[in-house]
T-cell receptor, first 113, second 117 residues
Framework: DQQVKQNSPSLSVQEGRISILNCDYT??????FLWYKKYPAEGPTFLIS?????DKNEDGRFTVFLNKSAKHLSLHIVPSQPGDSAVYFC????????????FGTGTRLQVTL | GAVVSQHPSRVICKSGTSVKIECRSL??????MFWYRQFPKQSLMLMAT?????????EQGVEKDKFLINHASLTLSTLTVTSAHPEDSSFYIC?????????????FGPGTRLTVL
């Protein structure tokens, strides 16, 4: 039962353009969402998070949007840079579950020149 | 801030031996640490949650006698893979919660590549 889904396994974007990574979830108890970036053979690096009381959070080039009614969140990266090429995981947690994260399957972003 | 280290980064061992992996939060006290494993091209799978001074909580299907977790202090958790077998070969990653931001954000270590021959 995949409670957090990233339906696009890969995405290719030209440098300078916007990258949009999508994530859907099924568990309505999730109330905290995070995005992580991961390079091969390394641990995930935290990028940005959002609480369910908000619908948008912005940090520099990264913006996360949350649509609770659709159980959907997205990560926007603008402008995209070659160094952004990595696998991006969305993750979710629910209050009262000891902060356990449920991860999506990841989207590999390739930013081309 | 919120730096997590893991040691070793890579280990190769013979089948039947035990391997210990350390996870340290370097600049904050981690009330809770988590252990994950990742198979190639797959997502991170949570193995167990460890709280300082108490027994770890294992996810369904994870053998607690095989994967021993000790969270001896607020900055150190260890995972010992006992009697390792080739199928235990994987990428093991720890994370720690409890950074200064006070949120549920987990900060991850760089991972340990275990290869069992």
């Amino acid at each position: 039962d995949q409670q957090v889904k990233q339906n696009s396994p890969s995405l290719s974007v030209q440098e300078g353009r916007i990258s949009i990574l999508n994530c859907d979830y099924t568990n309505s108890m999730f109330d905290y969402f995070l995005w992580y970036k991961k390079y091969p053979a390394e641990g995930p690096t935290f990028l940005i998070s959002i609480s369910s009381i908000k619908d948008k959070n912005e940090d520099g080039r990264f913006t996360v949007f949350l649509n609770k009614s659709a159980k959907h969140l997205s990560l926007h990266i603008v402008p995209s840079q070659p160094g952004d090429s990595a696998v991006y995981f969305c993750a979710a947690s629910a209050t009262g579950t000891a902060s356990k994260l449920t991860f999506g399957t990841g989207t590999r972003l390739q930013v081309t020149l | 801030g919120a730096v997590v280290s893991q040691h070793p980064s890579r280990v190769i061992c013979k089948s039947g031996t035990s391997v210990k992996i350390e996870c340290r939060s370097l600049d904050f006290q981690a009330t809770t640490m988590f252990w994950y494993r990742q198979f190639p091209k797959q997502s991170l799978m949570l193995m167990a949650t460890s709280n300082e001074g108490s027994k770890a909580t294992y996810e369904q299907g994870v053998e607690k006698d095989k994967f021993l977790i000790n969270h001896a202090s607020l900055t150190l958790s260890t995972l010992t893979v006992t009697s390792a077998h080739p199928e235990d070969s994987s990428f093991y990653i720890c994370s720690a919660r409890g950074g200064a931001d006070g949120t549920d954000t987990q900060y991850f270590g760089p991972g340990t590549r275990l290869t069992v021959l």
